[in-house]
């Protein structure tokens, strides 16, 4: 997923001047191929990059962080309030992708002004996903909500894959990127970060200083106490997954500034969203970020320096971890987060 989360113009300038085959991890082994010589030599003789060099990894790692965490958004909002396990997150991911496809090739808008109307679509979505097959068996054993999203899953990938095919779709924009010092700063990933940024705050505002955010936590808190307060409990849940949905939307809707796409692509990113839940705390929003950066981290250092895709033992290494020695996760998991 690394090659692909990179740009290519990013990728041809970092790699200027550095002879060699095609690089599968989108620039970083080219980068790796320029560690200064003078450099001290780590344990077990690896060079220590520049500093230069490691600022671009760091970049890198910041801007794929802010990616998952995103992506993580709309996972710990829907398990927070209803404590369902949202196995159709990536497939409303893919959705939200074509969505910005068809609406920006259809308007010829920018694709920055197909995003608000992915989002606004996945909300109307979500909430029907959640009243035709979320609703009737809210109160059934966990397993169950397990496999009436996964069926979510296979019906939304399949619909997408006989609308489009498999074959990967791209936007073809050119946004290029920051030259800073001598790192690159890709700009379609920076303009996802700043995105992510203001989703999580915006969110976060929402839930902490309105009404409806407030009955929203109440019924995270106590779900039962909160119907005896008056809280309509099946409309919160519909808001909750359509919000949830929305967030996949605004997710999936940046992810076509910097990369192609396909059908799977929503699955990929779920299964380390996964991680990054359970990682930063399930039911919080900072945690969302916290982990994300965790497994940015991992994955890009760990490229750099790894055979092959090894660093995903380190990623799941980092989750087992955290479940032995804080099984509620890093940030724990309030509602009111």
Avoid at 170 to 199: D, K, M, R
């Amino acid at each position: 997923m690394l090659s692909s989360f990179l740009p290519d113009a990013c990728c041809r300038e970092a790699a200027a001047g550095a002879p060699g085959a095609a690089d599968p991890l989108g620039g970083l082994a080219a980068l790796a191929g320029t560690v200064d010589a003078t450099a001290a030599q780590a344990v077990l003789g690896i060079s220590l990059p520049s500093p230069t060099i490691f600022a671009q990894y760091f970049v890198f790692a910041v801007l794929l962080g802010g990616i998952y965490g995103l992506v993580a958004l709309g996972l710990t909002m829907i398990f927070g309030v209803m404590d369902v396990i949202n196995f159709a997150h990536g497939a409303l991911m893919v959705v939200a992708m074509y969505t910005v496809l068809v609406f920006s090739n259809a308007t010829g808008l920018s694709p920055f002004f197909a995003i608000p109307f992915a989002v606004v679509l996945l909300f109307v979505l979500g909430v029907l996903i959640y009243r035709s097959t979320i609703a009737p068996i809210i109160d059934a054993p966990q397993e169950n909500q397990l496999i009436v999203t996964f069926g979510v899953l296979l019906i939304l990938i399949s619909g997408v894959e006989m609308a489009f095919g498999s074959d990967p779709r791209q936007l073809g924009l050119e946004l290029g990127s920051l030259n800073i010092s001598g790192v690159f700063v890709p700009q379609g990933q920076l303009y996802a970060l700043v995105i992510a940024l203001v989703a999580l705050t915006a969110t976060w505002l929402f839930l902490q200083r309105t009404m409806l955010g407030r009955a929203i936590r109440g019924t995270a808190d106590n779900r039962d106490g909160a119907q005896y307060v008056g809280i309509d409990v099946p409309r919160i849940d519909a808001l909750t997954f359509g919000i949830g949905a929305a967030l996949a939307g605004l997710a999936g809707g940046v992810i076509p500034l910097f990369q192609s796409f396909t059908p799977a692509l929503g699955d990929q990113y779920l299964i380390n969203a996964f991680v990054v839940v359970v990682l930063g705390g399930l039911g919080s929003f900072p945690g969302a970020f916290v982990g994300g950066l965790i497994i940015g981290f991992i994955q890009v250092f760990g490229s750099a320096y790894l055979d092959g895709s090894s660093y995903q033992i380190l990623i799941f290494l980092a989750f087992i971890l955290v479940l032995l020695v804080k099984p509620e996760g890093l940030l724990g998991g309030s509602a009111d987060e």
